[in-house]
Every structure is written in structure tokens, then in C-alpha cells.
Nanobody, 126 residues
């Protein structure tokens, strides 16, 4: 039923890496027609933006807490958007969501994103 699906989450030690992928189960849904954002929600916390990429892929944003550690990219042949996460910290622990919308915005207004995935759990712990 969700139009987007996240994968790649799991348990990793501090300093480790994970690669998250956002895909559309229906091949008729083309991610390259939308701006895509990654969000995360830790237990008891409000959902927050992490990174976003424009439809063209030419505009990219990261929040300060992940800048220099995370990399967002898109592969239009595979119809996916990837979030490479390096040097993970315990405070990165959260459910990570991808979302697609018509406009790129570095302010991460959730109302601007029309389509959402179900989320994938990322746990950073020793």
C-alpha cells in the first residue's frame, strides 16, 4: 500500500556505516519526477529532516548534525534514492523514512511531501 519502501536499516556499532535505499514498489512510480527527503524519528522525539535532494539531483541539503557523515544520491536507472551513512553515532538511532514531493525544500516541511515510506529502523549501539 505505501508507495515508497525503505531498506537497509539494522544494528551497527558506533563508527560503523549503513546504506539506506528508497524505492517504489510500482515501477510506474518514478522517483526521478520528485524531490526526495530523508526524515528520522527517535523514540519520544518529533520527526525531523535529515537530508533532501531535488528532482534534478543538482540541489542537496544536509542538516548540521549529519553534515560530513551522510551522503544522499539518486540513481534514475534503478529508480532509487540512497542515503549513505558513515561514522554513525548513538544519537543517529531512529526510524528513518523517505518521502517524495513536488518541490525541493531545505526546510523539511512535511506537508510538502505527498508520498511516504513505512520506515526502517537504524540502531547505533555497542
Amino acid at each position: 500500500q505505501p508507495q515508497l519502501v525503505e531498506s537497509g536499516g539494522g544494528l551497527v556499532q558506533p563508527g560503523g556505516s549503513l546504506r539506506l535505499s528508497c524505492a517504489a514498489p510500482d515501477s510506474g512510480f518514478r522517483l526521478d519526477r520528485y524531490a526526495v527527503g530523508w526524515f528520522r524519528q527517535a523514540p519520544g522525539k518529533k520527526r525531523e529532516g535529515v537530508s533532501c535532494i531535488s528532482q534534478s539531483g543538482l540541489s542537496i541539503d544536509y542538516v548540521d548534525s549529519v553534515k560530513g557523515r551522510f551522503t544522499i544520491s539518486r540513481d534514475n536507472v534503478k529508480n532509487t534514492v540512497t542515503l549513505q551513512m558513515n561514522n554513525l553515532k548513538p544519537e543517529d538511532t531512529a526510524v528513518y523514512y523517505c518521502a517524495a514531493g513536488p518541490w525541493f525544500s531545505s526546510e523539511y516541511w512535511e506537508d510538502e511531501y505527498t508520498y511516504w515510506g513505512q520506515g526502517t529502523q537504524v540502531t547505533v549501539s555497542s
